[in-house]
């Protein structure tokens, strides 16, 4: 039996999420067909992270586990045969010791949020992105999400559907900076709450639009509930980016 290690980049879109689920297709569900199609064994997949319907990811770490000999480079490129049409790709498969696993070893994740800030509708980037197009002030934004960085309690920023034991996480980066017309949020941490990252977004861009004060940001972490948040944003922005691993 070889442990595999997939790296996954997917669009969100078409999906209920990362994880099987009983009422719509998902990642989890995709891989695991085309893992049993090419194996004819019954494939169980474990991420490094859960995403909800339509978040995206550019390099989703996973793992499968496989009977049969496969060079990693001919299971990269059969999974890929077979997960055609779904916008899910493998983009890197190694093979790994049997005591590494995609979610326990994993000691740091990133995520990306991307806000396009501007008038005109989305075109290319329909259901990649938010679209705010009243301007937004980067600049302040940034500021207010330090009061976000380091220890905390995170009810406030945390869906009432978290099965987290606890609310306190420690969140190493919250960086804020505008590319043109493009708004991005950098998050990093060894883990996050259910819709933590979205949380924080939604209601910096009040922040940004002038909607609430720097401060305001404080204020509504330290009240340590959800009814303090400002806004939660849409999945359409958010790609988990990196799985970070000792290695």
Aim: proline share 5%; hydrophobic share 40%; charged share 25%.
């Amino acid at each position: 039996m070889t442990r595999f290690a997939l790296t996954l980049e997917f669009d969100g879109g078409p999906f209920m999420g990362l994880q099987r689920q009983d009422h719509g297709p998902s990642i989890q569900q995709a891989v695991e067909d085309a893992a049993r199609a090419v194996t004819g064994e019954d494939v169980r997949m474990h991420a490094a992270g859960r995403t909800d319907s339509g978040v995206h990811a550019l390099g989703m770490v996973a793992h499968v586990e496989i009977a049969k000999p496969f060079e990693p480079s001919r299971l990269m490129a059969a999974l890929n045969a077979l997960l055609r049409p779904d916008p899910i790709a493998v983009i890197a498969c190694e093979a790994r010791p049997d005591d590494w696993h995609a979610r326990f070893s994993c000691i740091g994740r990133a995520y990306e949020y991307r806000i396009v800030n501007r008038r005109a509708p989305l075109t290319l980037e329909r259901g990649k992105a938010w679209a705010i197009t009243r301007p937004l002030d980067a600049g302040a934004m940034h500021e207010a999400a330090q009061h976000l960085v380091g220890r905390h309690d995170f009810t406030t920023f945390r869906s009432v559907h978290c099965q987290s034991q606890s609310p306190e996480k420690t969140l190493d980066r919250l960086d804020i900076s505008r590319e043109g017309e493009h708004v991005i949020v950098r998050a990093e941490a060894r883990s996050f709450l259910h819709h933590q990252v979205r949380s924080m977004v939604g209601t910096l861009s009040l922040v940004g639009l002038g909607q609430w004060r720097v401060d305001q940001v404080r204020e509504a972490l330290e009240a340590k509930d959800r009814a303090a948040l400002g806004l939660n944003a849409p999945p359409d922005g958010l790609y988990f980016v990196r799985a970070v691993y000792p290695d």
